[in-house]
């Protein structure tokens, strides 16, 4: 059974290996990926944040009216960028108690395996855009405080480390919550 892995962990510096088939198993992970989003209300997950190290990753955002749109992608590889950029402040459910802003380009394309193998392309902006290079990253052994100068980042860990000591519980505010 997958859980979170808080940070820190050296997992979060693995390079994820790609996936060579996809199959029952890579299917039930995804699917198990997908369950613990939703029971942590966050909009995604990289196969680090389970403690996996495959190229996995599992998205869940609203639109602006409102749809939910699902992804479960195998091997996301970001094939476009755009030039335009936008910063938005970034937090991780498994980075504990801290935030910052990071600036990513506003629209991607992003090509990847379905659950069932097949072959997709996805172009994304907003919100859906930042999300996927947020967990993108996660494969390539990179997080969002990977972004910051270094002064920053280093007190950034220290927080993170801190918040793993107290025993803070995993949460992300946003448009999952149950709470408001």
């Known amino acids: 059974m997958l859980s979170l892995v808080i940070a820190p962990d050296p997992i979060y510096k693995a390079i994820c290996t790609p996936v060579a088939t996809v199959d029952d198993r890579v299917r039930a992970q995804l699917s198990e990926m997908m369950d613990i989003l939703r029971e ?14 495959q190229r996995l990753v599992v998205v869940e ?27 938005t402040m970034e937090a991780s459910i498994t980075f504990l108690g801290v935030s910052a802003e990071v600036t990513r380009p506003t629209e991607i394309t992003v090509a990847y395996l379905d659950e069932n193998g ?8 907003g919100m859906l855009a930042t999300c996927l290079q947020h967990e993108i990253d ?3 052994g990179r997080t ?3 972004h910051q100068p270094p002064v920053k980042r280093d007190m950034l ?24």
Do not use: W
């Open 144 to 146: 969002f405080l990977d």
């Open 61 to 87: 955002l609203k639109d602006e009216d409102g749809v939910v749109h699902s992804y479960q992608m195998v091997n996301p590889v970001i094939t476009r960028y755009s030039d335009e950029k936008r910063t």
């Open 118 to 125: 097949a072959s997709q392309t996805l172009d994304a902006s």
């Open 157 to 180: 860990k220290r927080k993170v480390e801190k918040g793993k000591r107290m025993g803070l519980r995993p949460h992300i505010h946003g448009p999952h919550c149950a709470h408001g």
């Open 138 to 140: 996660y494969l390539d």
């Open 40 to 53: 942590e209300h966050a909009m995604g997950l990289g196969a680090p944040m389970v403690g996996l190290t």
